[in-house]
């Protein structure tokens, strides 16, 4: 969007059918950043995530559980196989996730919206990996997937007209 300080000229970016296929090739998801705080971007996103069956993987030294599942300090404590790197966490904080993701073998990293690092975004692709970057992936599931309805945002009514006085629900 001009002026938000994002540039959406990237070389990283991929069309919607690559994340699309993303989203329905990976299940395995971990939130580096998740919040405990239900105000938080990262705890609606997973909410919603593990509502479509994804598993959720909290990954945040600061919290011991979140959502009924335990937070590991770091990828490499996760017991299971990351394939997805989702990335609530501060651009400077990107480099180092993707060196960990790196690590432990993940197939994807997924830079939540805001979130731009282009020379880590290249390091990943370099070690394999998919990048997307600046998009929220519970947004793009719910557009990608038809669902937007799910969250308040189908309305029915496909109008740029006010609604007359006394027809409100």
Known sequence: MPGDGVSRASAFRMSAATRLRILERYRNIAMVGLSANPYRPSHFAAVYLIAEGYNVIPVNPRER?????????????VPVQVEVVDIFRDP?????????????????IWMQLGVVH?????????AGLEVVMDRCIKIEHARLSGGLNLIGLNTGIVTARAVPRGRRG
């Open 65 to 77: 559980e979140v959502l009924g599942r335990k937070s590991y300090a770091c990828l490499a404590d």
């Open 92 to 108: 400077s904080a990107v480099p180092a996730i993707v060196k960990e993701a790196i690590a432990v073998e993940a197939k994807v």
């Open 118 to 126: 282009e020379e880590a975004a290249g390091r990943a692709r370099q």
